[in-house]
């Protein structure tokens, strides 16, 4: 789910840069399916029947509310639509902490969890981010601020995050198909 969403913020960025005329339509569009892929993943990744339907009971809302505010509102930039998918981000994100801290089953070292980090990833770049977008709202031209690096500052932590979520994930595919390997060797267990 989060190859995916980093594919479709590369083409986004792509669409930008080709299609400049229509960059706040590209944002707002891209903006939604951010937030649809990490409503996604946090269905996903929460098991709690009750958090589950809060997630998506709150997705329907949201989405439904962003398409209104797309078809019928030319703004460049949204101000409650960041405010609030930032907001649901972060709320989401507590509940996915809280089933792992009440959870049985969970390692006690979180961190081991590629969930984790993706979830790190989010809530830095939201947060971080959130008061940027919304004190570069009113600009026509917000790459041309001077203070786009911060942006980029948490994009790059982001990608890190990211980056170390799938390298978690793939060392614990090959920790689990390791120990499937060692149960079932003969010559090391006697009969």
């Known amino acids: 789910m989060i ?3 980093l594919l479709i913020l590369f083409f986004s960025n792509f669409l930008i840069g080709a299609f400049h ?4 339509l590209i944002v707002s569009v891209s903006a939604m399916i951010e937030y649809a892929s990490f409503s996604i993943f946090f269905l996903l990744s929460i098991q709690n029947k009750t958090l589950k339907n809060s997630i998506f009971v709150a997705s329907i809302i949201f989405l439904s509310f962003e398409l209104f505010l797309l078809y019928f509102n030319n703004v460049n930039f949204d101000f409650w639509a960041a405010l609030f998918s930032t907001i ?3 709320i989401f994100s507590i509940f996915f902490f809280y089933e792992q801290i009440n959870s049985v089953n969970t390692n006690l070292i979180i961190y081991n969890s590629y969930q984790f980090w993706i979830v ?3 809530i830095i770049y939201l ?3 959130l008061f940027f977008f919304l004190y570069t709202s009113n600009m026509k031209d917000r790459s041309l601020s001077p203070i786009w690096g911060i942006n980029f500052v948490f994009e790059i932590i982001k990608n890190i995050c990211f980056s170390i979520a799938f390298i978690v994930a793939k060392n614990n595919i090959r920790k689990i198909a390791t120990q499937n390997l060692e149960d079932t ?3 090391q267990k006697p009969l």
């Open 88 to 90: 649901l981000i972060v």
């Open 21 to 24: 005329n229509r960059a706040s």
């Open 127 to 129: 947060t971080g981010t």
């Open 120 to 122: 790190v990833g989010c």
């Open 3 to 5: 190859f995916f969403y």
């Open 185 to 187: 060797n003969v010559f």
